[in-house]
């Protein structure tokens, strides 16, 4: 039995983003809101296994309670994708996810994540090798409909890999986010997956904004869990079944920030992550009061997190 047997149905996902759904933001949904399962952002395996790993390794840390957690990693090198692989369960990873779906250029250009999609047997061998690496650590994907078109041809490739779970964001890669996720080809994805390996779970991804709205697409489409990105900007408490977001006062918002500045000093003490990786987060919680827009204009001025927790608690 491996987590994705281990979940309630339909199961929720903390969707990767990269420079945003990092340790110390996934301890925050954790202390809020947390998802029935997390995902890390993007992970280099060839910086990964080269002297520039110590630099990436901040991406890979985890704490007790953001878990059960998957690493999610993305390269060009199958023997990296094994060894890092073979790395990840004494780190605490609960298994492994390929990214095949981003549609960044110069990843495109490189010929990694969804360019794999027309290399399609430099995606089996990176397969191949992960699974080999992972040991009994599952191996899934996250990637799109398809490339310039959908192509359900590429997911009926990766449904004969015996592959734990798949994540489909319902866009090709044409599209980058620019049309409306396509749920009716999501649920495709799912019905050839009765028919060619009904083991492997498939999780939905695309627009869903609330948890209410996740569980409408899971049912209509036969999905085994939902995976959500951009909805946790909106609201934080977006794995509730019920959330106080909406009520949430100024200084409800204000000290759920605090705690994020102040966890993210105490996590990279020697800078290991840039302020703007915090500054990113500013929206999310100064806002819907009166006043958000003149406070973030100035909180998003400061040049360290001290000098930000100092500002913020001006206002506290
Ligand atoms: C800032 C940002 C960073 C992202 N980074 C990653 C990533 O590292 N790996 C990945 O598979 N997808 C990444 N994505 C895509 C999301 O995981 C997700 O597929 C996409 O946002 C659609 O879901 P949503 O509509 O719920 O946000 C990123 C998206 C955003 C907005």
Same mark, same amino acid.
């Given at each position: 039995?491996?987590?994705?047997?281990?979940?309630?149905?339909?199961?929720?996902?903390?969707?990767?983003?990269?420079?945003?759904?990092?340790?110390?933001?996934?301890?925050?949904?954790?202390?809020?809101?947390?998802?029935?399962?997390?995902?890390?952002?993007?992970?280099?395996?060839?910086?990964?296994?080269?002297?520039?790993?110590?630099?990436?390794?901040?991406?890979?840390?985890?704490?007790?309670?953001?878990?059960?957690?998957?690493?999610?990693?993305?390269?060009?090198?199958?023997?990296?994708?094994?060894?890092? @692989?073979?790395?990840?369960?004494?780190?605490?990873? @609960?298994?492994?996810?390929?990214?095949?779906?981003?549609?960044?250029?110069?990843?495109?250009?490189?010929?990694?994540?969804?360019?794999?999609?027309?290399?399609?047997?430099?995606?089996?061998?990176?397969?191949?090798?992960?699974?080999?690496?992972?040991?009994?650590?599952?191996?899934?994907?996250?990637?799109?409909?398809?490339?310039?078109?959908?192509?359900?041809?590429?997911?009926?490739?990766?449904?004969?890999?015996?592959?734990?779970?798949?994540?489909?964001?319902?866009?090709? @890669?044409?599209?980058?986010?620019?049309?409306?996720?396509?749920?009716?080809?999501?649920?495709?994805?799912? @019905?050839?997956?009765?028919?060619?390996?009904?083991?492997?779970?498939?999780?939905?991804?695309?627009?869903?904004?609330?948890?209410?709205?996740?569980?409408?697409?899971?049912?209509?489409?036969?999905?085994?869990?939902?995976?959500?990105?951009?909805?946790?900007?909106?609201?934080?408490?977006?794995?509730?079944?019920?959330?106080?977001?909406?009520?949430?006062?100024?200084?409800?918002?204000?000290?759920?920030?605090?705690?994020?500045?102040?966890?993210?000093?105490?996590?990279?003490?020697?800078?290991?992550?840039?302020?703007?990786?915090?500054?990113?987060?500013?929206?999310?919680?100064?806002?819907?009061?009166?006043?958000?827009?003149?406070?973030?204009?100035?909180?998003?001025?400061?040049?360290?997190?001290?000098?930000?927790?100092?500002?913020?608690?001006?206002?506290?």
């Amino acid at each position: 039995m491996t987590i994705w047997d281990q979940l309630p149905r339909p199961f929720f996902v903390l969707a990767p983003m990269d420079d945003v759904t990092d340790t110390v933001f996934r301890q925050i949904i954790a202390s809020v809101a947390p998802p029935d399962l997390y995902f890390t952002e993007f992970v280099n395996v060839d910086g990964l296994q080269s002297p520039g790993r110590k630099k990436l390794m901040p991406k890979l840390k985890l704490a007790q309670t953001d878990r059960p957690i998957i690493a999610q990693l993305w390269g060009k090198t199958p023997e990296n994708f094994y060894k890092t @692989a073979k790395e990840l369960k004494d780190m605490g990873y @609960a298994g492994v996810d390929l990214n095949m779906g981003c549609p960044v250029k110069t990843v495109i250009r490189n010929g990694c994540c969804v360019a794999l999609i027309k290399n399609r047997a430099a995606a089996l061998e990176i397969i191949r090798a992960t699974q080999e690496g992972a040991g009994e650590l599952p191996v899934s994907v996250k990637t799109r409909l398809g490339f310039n078109e959908i192509d359900l041809t590429w997911h009926e490739l990766l449904l004969s890999q015996k592959l734990n779970a798949l994540t489909i964001h319902g866009r090709t @890669a044409k599209q980058l986010s620019n049309a409306p996720a396509n749920w009716e080809m999501i649920g495709e994805v799912r @019905a050839l997956r009765d028919r060619l390996c009904p083991d492997t779970k498939i999780i939905g991804n695309g627009d869903a904004m609330t948890r209410q709205q996740g569980e409408a697409l899971a049912g209509d489409h036969k999905l085994d869990g939902i995976m959500i990105g951009r909805g946790i900007f909106h609201d934080p408490f977006v794995f509730s079944l019920s959330s106080p977001w909406l009520g949430y006062s100024r200084r409800q918002r204000l000290d759920l920030y605090k705690s994020h500045i102040e966890l993210f000093m105490t996590t990279w003490p020697n800078s290991e992550r840039k302020l703007h990786t915090l500054n990113k987060f500013c929206k999310i919680y100064i806002n819907g009061f009166d006043g958000a827009k003149e406070l973030r204009e100035q909180l998003m001025n400061c040049t360290t997190a001290s000098e930000l927790l100092e500002r913020l608690l001006l206002d506290i």
